[in-house]
């Protein structure tokens, strides 16, 4: 069972490039989100979605866009990467949208932008 | 005061010490309340979610406090293997799609030591 699935696990990209993240997850799962970590600040929200057609801004969504493609994928893009964007990037997924619900996360992409 | 604080450590124990972390939270309406655990460099993983009345997972037990608004985590026999950083979450809705609002702490880093 793969469970929640990103790529690319690490990635370089000069400031002004562009970048598609990419996470699919098989556990039918409604909700998908999108963090971002780095040191000092915890895990932050960048972007979730609900459901399948649906995606609102959490805590820190400028720079960023998603794609909620279907129920298994749910993309984020970098339009134009800033260093201030050099993180450690999460998708996460869970199931029921009560209040126990467990996230499930991939295994993490290590963007740095110089 | 931030939403959710936790002592950062490291704490540093001898293996079969039995260790106890605490996290505060400051938004007495706050519905749910987990630990997850988060290895160097990966994914975190959910430990226990924390019920009212506390629970027991084997060697861990989670107690919540609501009155003097905190949860706690109490380790015993530690293990070499139990060595990473727990990371107290606050959810503080109710309801359905809540998930968006997940608190995360900045987590507590524990060494067990030989």
């Known amino acids: 069972n793969a469970g929640v699935t990103q790529t690319p696990k690490f990635q370089v990209l000069k400031t002004g490039q562009s970048m598609t993240l990419q996470c699919a997850q098989d556990m039918n799962h409604n909700s998908m989100y999108w963090y971002r970590q780095d040191p000092g600040m915890g895990l932050r929200l960048i972007y979730y979605s609900a459901s399948e057609g649906t995606t609102d801004k959490g805590e820190v969504p400028n720079g960023y866009n998603v794609s909620r493609l279907n129920k298994r994928e749910f993309s984020l893009r970098l339009e134009s990467a800033a260093p201030s964007q050099t993180s450690v990037y999460f998708c996460?997924?869970?199931?029921?949208?009560?209040?126990?619900?467990?996230?499930?996360f991939g295994q993490g992409t290590r963007l740095t932008v110089v | 005061r931030k939403e959710v604080e936790q002592d950062p450590g490291p704490f540093n124990v001898p293996e079969g010490a039995t260790v106890a972390f605490n996290c505060t939270y400051s938004?007495?309406?706050?519905?749910?309340f987990f630990w997850y655990r988060q290895d160097c460099r990966k994914e975190p993983k959910l430990l226990m979610s924390?019920?009212?009345?506390?629970n027991e997972d084997g060697r861990f037990t989670a107690q919540l406090n609501r009155a003097s608004q905190y949860i706690s985590l109490l380790i015993r026999d530690s293990k070499l293997s139990d060595s990473a950083t727990y990371l107290c979450v606050v959810n503080p809705l109710r309801g359905a799609g809540n998930n968006r609002k997940l608190i995360w702490g900045l987590g507590t880093s524990l060494a067990v030591n030989p």
């Open positions: 924390v019920y009212s009345s506390g």
């Open positions: 938004n007495s309406a706050s519905q749910s």
């Open positions: 996460a997924s869970s199931d029921r949208q009560g209040v126990r619900a467990e996230a499930f």
